[in-house]
């Protein structure tokens, strides 16, 4: 069974920077993607960010050029660094992997608040 476990969330004024990670139980070669979702109050979970296993990364608009994905193939761990928060980034956040099955696992989550 995989685990992921995501740390790094917390209360940021807006403006600020928070760094996600997400460590897993297992080699991250082994998942073909891995990304950051999140899901704020009453709405959808939506993809933030991914990152394939040959380095490719997306961003969602509403994240695209303050926030960067990488990954740590030696410590089996994925990064979330955002930048310049604001209050509609407020929400949990999930690590997401899927393996070459497409079988997804997720994270337990981890909340970013964002004080205007």
């Known amino acids: 069974q995989v685990q992921l476990v995501e740390s790094g969330g917390g209360l940021v004024q807006a403006g600020g920077s928070l760094r996600l990670s997400c460590l897993a139980s297992?080699?991250?070669?082994?998942?073909?993607?891995m990304g950051w979702y999140r899901q704020a109050p009453g709405k959808q979970r939506e993809l933030v960010a991914s990152?394939?296993?040959?380095?490719?990364?997306s961003y969602a608009d509403s994240v695209k050029g303050r926030s960067t994905i990488s990954r740590d193939n030696a410590k089996n761990t994925v990064y979330l660094q955002m930048n310049s928060l604001k209050f509609e980034d407020t929400a949990v956040y999930f690590c997401?992997?899927?393996?070459?099955?497409?079988?997804?696992?997720w994270g337990q989550g981890t909340q970013i608040t964002v004080s205007s």
């Open positions: 997401n992997a899927r393996d070459r099955n497409r079988v997804d696992y």
């Open positions: 990152i394939t296993n040959g380095g490719t990364t």
């Open positions: 297992r080699s991250i070669f082994s998942f073909a993607v």
